[in-house]
T-cell receptor, first 115, second 113 residues
Framework: AQKVTQAQTEISVVEKEDVTLDCVYETRDTTYYLFWYKQPPSGELVFLIR??????QNEISGRYSWNFQKSTSSFNFTITASQVVDSAVYFCALSALWANSKLTFGKGITLSVRP | NAGVTQTPKFQVLKTGQSMTLQCAQDMNHEYMSWYRQDPGMGLRLIHY???????DQGEVPNGYNVSRSTTEDFPLRLLSAAPSQTSVYFC????????????FGPGTRLTVL
């Protein structure tokens, strides 16, 4: 069985602070994918990043960076110099390659960025 | 390229009524799925399809039916709506194979009274 845990439920920061969103996953599969999705107040789900289980290279994209560590089964997401527009619910999700794209989602983290 | 579209955006039903939530994609994706989102629960998979004529149950299938007659369309049917089905429903699609990224529609907010 697969499981995604986002232990943080709500985070509030002041604009320009850095913030890290934690994600811990469980799977018995050796080949899997990890995702982060953003859900702004408007309600749509926006794909942010995908990582393969065999690619532990971390990535920085503008103000966003991701830290994937198989040893600790974690896939954390950091926003540097947060902005009000980053206020949203962030979901971490997991899919095993054999599972035909079926996603297991965490319960989400509500990020509020105050001006 | 519209991506994944869903209709309606909002719907109010009375207990026992039936309705169909529509979902369509124009990306020629093999895989399509329906999720429901409830407060504090994240998204949970209802039904999914890996191609025309093939459907299967997800985590919370009870009370819902699906069919996949074409690659593009994947409607979700509520045969007899119940208040427990009040939720936001998302349709998603993706390719099968190495790229499993799912792209989501805008969602349908359903209230059952």
């Amino acid at each position: 069985a697969q499981k995604v845990t986002q232990a943080q439920t709500e985070i509030s920061v002041v604009e320009k602070e850095d913030v890290t969103l934690d994600c811990v996953y469980e799977t018995r599969d050796t080949t899997y994918y990890l995702f982060w999705y953003k859900q702004p107040p408007s309600g749509e789900l926006v794909f942010l990043i995908r990582r393969n289980s065999f690619d532990e290279q971390n990535e920085i994209s503008g103000r966003y960076s991701w830290n994937f560590q198989k040893s600790t089964s974690s896939f954390n997401f950091t926003i540097t110099a947060s902005q009000v527009v980053d206020s949203a619910v962030y979901f971490c999700a997991l899919s095993a390659l054999w599972a035909n794209s079926k996603l297991t989602f965490g319960k989400g983290i509500t990020l509020s960025v105050r001006p | 390229n519209a991506g994944v579209t869903q209709t309606p955006k909002f719907q109010v039903l009375k207990t026992g009524q039936s309705m169909t939530l529509q979902c369509a994609q124009d990306m020629n994706h093999e895989y399509m799925s329906w999720y429901r989102q409830d407060p504090g629960m994240g998204l949970r998979l209802i039904h999914y399809s890996v191609g025309a004529g093939i459907t299967d149950q997800g985590e919370v299938p009870n009370g819902y039916n699906v069919s996949r007659s074409t690659t593009e369309d994947f409607p979700l049917r509520l045969l007899s709506a119940a208040p427990s089905q009040t939720s936001v429903y998302f349709c998603a699609s993706s390719r099968l194979g190495r790229d499993l990224t799912q792209y989501f529609g805008p969602g349908t907010r359903l209230t059952v009274l």
